[in-house]
């Protein structure tokens, strides 16, 4: 069983810069493939990136590609979302997930946990 805990949500205008935080519980956190997805207001949830057990694979949606960057540091249990040139588009709230086979996708439904969620909302 793992536990996803989000952070670093907040209130930004466009153009400013935001990191956001997932902390993951277990000692398995390294095997497992993470992923960052968003729900707008009034919309589904989306894809945003994923990242490979390992950190050399990631895979971006065109929407955030070359704005976000998703790290992670297996060592502190923890996936890392920093976030440029924010938009008052990227509002939503922000969920961390994680795969067990460490298969890092695009779909949601292929994520065995997922946070609570972190509030972003950007300001025009």
């Known amino acids: 069983q793992v536990q996803l805990v989000e952070s670093g949500g907040g209130l930004v205008q466009a153009g400013d810069s935001l990191s956001v935080s997932c902390a993951a519980s277990?000692?398995?956190?390294?095997?497992?493939?993470m992923a960052w997805f968003r729900r707008a207001p009034g919309k589904e949830r989306e894809f945003v990136v994923c990242i490979s057990p390992s950190g050399g694979r990631t895979d971006y949606a065109d929407s955030v590609k070359g704005r976000f960057t998703i790290s992670r540091d297996n060592a502190k249990n923890t996936v890392y979302l920093q976030m440029n040139n924010l938009k008052p588009e990227d509002t939503a709230v922000y969920y961390c997930?994680?795969?067990?086979?460490?298969?890092?996708?695009?779909?949601?439904?292929?994520?065995?946990?997922w946070g609570q969620g972190t509030q972003v909302t950007v300001s025009s």
């Open positions: 277990g000692r398995t956190f390294s095997y497992y493939a």
């Open positions: 997930a994680a795969e067990a086979t460490g298969r890092a996708s695009r779909v949601s439904w292929e994520y065995d946990y």
